[in-house]
Structure formats: structure tokens, C-alpha cells
């Protein structure tokens, strides 16, 4: 006698195996996206100055130097003014250091050692100019007293706004 298998125990014993092996036959889905990252970098600028402090005049010349620094953030270009001070009748090329009223010392701001390029406050004409790089930038700022002024004693003083324009 031969023996047969019922052909409905094959078909139940293929479809158990078939599920009995997760994966086989089937591919696993995945789903991906993007997402952008921005931001903005503004230019910025601050400015801080030191007090120029020139020491005891005594009717020659005098010289001395102090900083202005900029810090800006970088390829952020920017112009650095200096305006006439406070003392009465001061002008870029004069300025004037007061003692008290009608008590005045003249005194000129430079941009260069030569004291040959006066500093002022209008741009495209007297100020400095630079590009930021992201760190404190220090300019130098040469004053001179000129020689054969004869003011009453005392101390003298003037205060200059150094203003950073970008």
C-alpha cells in the first residue's frame, strides 16, 4: 500500500512556515525627511575709548596718546568719528580744554603720528575707517597741545564722544 498525504495538511504546513520566519519575503519600510538650520549673524559694533591724559603743559609743544577700540563683528566695515569736545568755539582742527570761562587750552586730535591727518567726526572726510574681524580692534589717537599758549594755571579738561558707525 502507498501511503499519500492529504494535500490540505501540505498547504496548512507551507502557509505556518511561511509566517514562521518574520521578514522573509516582506522588505521593511523606512521613511526619512530633512529639516533646514539657519541663522543670522547681524553686525554689530561696540566701541570703548581711554582718557588721554597729557601730563603738565608748559607752553611748548606736547604729545600724547591714548585708544579707541573698536570691537565688531567680522567683514563688518565701519568709521570711527571723533567730535569737536565740549569747550567753546572747539572745531576739528582747534579743540579747547577749559579750565573755567574764557580759561581755555587748545589742543588738536590726530589719526596719524605725523599729526598731519586731523580726526573728526565726518565720514568720508576725517575718520578712520576699518574692517571688524571679531575681536577688540585698538586705533590710536595722537593729541598735541602746540607750543606758545600761556593759560593761568590749573587743570584743564574736554570730553570727546568717539562714535563707531557701521
Not at 567730535?83 to 596719524?112: C, F, W
Request: charged share 5%; net charge neutral.
Amino acid at each position: 500500500m502507498t501511503y499519500r498525504r492529504p494535500l490540505t495538511f501540505t498547504l496548512i504546513l507551507a502557509g505556518m512556515l511561511g509566517s514562521a520566519s518574520p521578514g522573509a519575503g516582506q522588505a521593511s519600510t523606512i521613511v526619512s525627511t530633512t529639516f533646514s538650520v539657519t541663522a543670522t549673524v547681524s553686525s554689530v559694533c561696540v566701541i570703548s575709548a581711554v582718557a588721554l591724559a597729557f601730563g603738565t603743559y608748559s607752553s611748548v609743544v606736547l604729545n600724547g596718546t591714548t585708544t579707541v577700540t573698536p570691537t565688531c563683528t567680522s567683514g563688518t566695515t565701519y568709521n570711527i568719528g571723533l567730535d569737536v569736545g565740549q569747550g567753546s568755539g572747539a572745531t576739528v582742527a582747534v579743540r579747547k580744554m577749559t579750565l573755567s570761562a574764557g580759561n581755555t587750552l587748545n589742543y588738536s586730535l590726530y589719526s596719524d603720528t605725523n599729526h598731519s591727518v586731523v580726526w573728526g567726526p565726518t565720514i568720508g572726510t576725517n575718520t578712520v575707517t576699518g574692517t571688524g574681524n571679531g575681536a577688540a580692534q585698538p586705533l590710536t589717537v595722537y593729541g598735541q597741545i602746540p607750543g606758545s599758549q600761556y593759560p593761568i594755571v590749573g587743570s584743564y579738561t574736554d570730553t570727546v564722544t568717539a562714535t563707531v558707525t557701521y
